[in-house]
């Protein structure tokens, strides 16, 4: 695979915002290259301030789009050929077929969206699209957001995470790493929970108060009819 043999991660802090475009434009229309992983170092680089995060997002998403309608266009033209015939990866092709044609059964159009997200999908989604002659306007339409919704996500995890985001995601895959996230965050807030209740609450003093204006109120009276004036004679 070429994913075994290309250093993109290496290839995109030498070469920025054009390889990044290459690589995620590749794996998109069919190519077996890193491309999420190049999308992954482009993100920690603009936390460095090497690169420029807003124009990171805008890239990927548009390699994403650009590759998946290639990759459309691949498939409808001879992509299940391609996908099943005889020769090197023979195996891998034919899984990518169990695997990704139920899948777009179940779920139609937003099988293009949630493949952006699931690994080895990713690749072959636009391929598996255009095999099934899925109606173009859908998959653009269902391919654009799932591709915006993915540079954006993976990109500013990267940025906000750094590098230790991208190790999450090489190695659980996006939805890993969401899980990973949501489960630190509910600890947090059972945490705090819990902390606010072990806290000692305030002593009332109501009470106190009270008997006081009471007490100042007796002391008032008191006073005022020991100087009430004495009755003339």
């Not at 230790?164 to 489960?183: D, K, Q, Y």
Request: charged share 15%; with cysteine.
């Amino acid at each position: 695979m070429l994913a075994s043999v290309i250093n993109v991660s290496h290839l995109v802090e030498v070469f920025g915002y054009p390889l990044l475009i290459a690589a995620v434009m590749a794996e998109s229309a069919g190519v077996p290259v890193p491309g999420e992983t190049g999308l992954l170092t482009a993100g920690v680089l603009a936390s460095r301030g090497k690169l420029q995060i807003e124009i990171v997002i805008a890239c990927a998403a548009l390699a994403a789009i650009v590759g998946d309608n290639i990759g459309y266009q691949i498939g409808r033209k001879g992509g299940r050929w391609l996908l099943e015939r005889p020769g090197r990866f023979q195996r891998q092709r034919l899984q990518v077929l169990i695997v990704g044609e139920p899948f777009f059964e179940r779920h139609g159009p937003k099988a293009v969206f949630f493949g952006r997200f699931v690994l080895g999908l990713r690749t072959w989604a636009s391929w598996i699209a255009g095999a099934t002659h899925m109606h173009w306007r859908s998959f653009f339409v269902w391919n654009a957001l799932g591709g915006i919704c993915w540079a954006t996500g993976v990109g500013l995890l990267a940025y906000f995470l750094g590098q230790s985001a991208t190790n999450a995601i090489e190695t659980f895959g996006v939805w890993g790493l969401v899980a990973v996230v949501l489960t630190l965050a509910g600890g947090y807030l059972v945490y705090r929970r819990g902390h606010h209740r072990l806290m000692p609450s305030e002593p009332d003093e109501a009470p106190e108060s009270a008997g006081k204006d009471e007490t100042g109120g007796q002391e008032h009276a008191i006073l005022g009819a020991d100087s009430d004036p004495e009755p003339p004679s």
